[in-house]
């Protein structure tokens, strides 16, 4: 699973916080990583330094095999809240997502084959 992270350029300590998003996401989706190919970040300051507010934002997208990519948003007063806000987030949408795509295989609906009695007939 790759981890992409963009960020505006109001954001400092950059390694330091690439670090930690990495690995906040890795382990949060760690059961669901077989299935993502890639996992995009995408991290802004709302309010820039105008008002001397934070209000931080998040946008992360996942990117399933065989599937339409998966993307949530989650807004915190600071990188730490909006990074992990947004990865529990996705890792909910992720495990619904798969869930689901099970549950989807093992119902079919198309008519069972035919039995060799009606066949034979």
Same mark, same amino acid.
């Given at each position: 699973?790759?981890?992409?992270? %963009?960020? +505006?350029?109001?954001?400092?300590?950059?390694?330091?916080?690439? =670090?930690?998003?990495?690995?906040?996401?890795?382990?949060?989706?760690?059961?669901?990583?077989?299935?993502? !190919?890639?996992?995009?970040?995408?991290?802004? +300051?709302? %309010?820039?330094?105008? +008002?001397?507010?934070?209000?931080?934002?998040? !946008?992360?997208?996942?990117?399933?095999?065989?599937?339409?990519?998966?993307?949530?948003?989650?807004?915190?007063? %600071?990188?730490?809240?909006?990074? %992990?806000?947004?990865?529990?987030?996705?890792?909910?949408?992720?495990?619904? !997502?798969?869930?689901?795509?099970?549950?989807?295989?093992?119902?079919?609906? +198309?008519?069972?084959?035919?039995?060799?009695?009606?066949? =034979?007939?």
């Amino acid at each position: 699973m790759q981890i992409q992270i %963009n960020t +505006d350029r109001s954001l400092e300590g950059r390694e330091a916080l690439f =670090a930690y998003i990495r690995k906040v996401v890795a382990h949060s989706l760690s059961h669901q990583s077989e299935h993502i !190919t890639r996992v995009e970040v995408h991290l802004a +300051d709302e %309010n820039g330094a105008h +008002d001397g507010s934070k209000e931080m934002r998040c !946008t992360m997208e996942a990117r399933l095999e065989h599937h339409q990519p998966l993307a949530i948003s989650h807004e915190a007063a %600071n990188i730490h809240q909006v990074v %992990n806000g947004a990865t529990e987030k996705l890792a909910q949408l992720v495990k619904r !997502t798969l869930r689901k795509l099970r549950e989807e295989k093992g119902h079919r609906t +198309d008519p069972p084959p035919p039995s060799p009695e009606t066949t =034979a007939l």
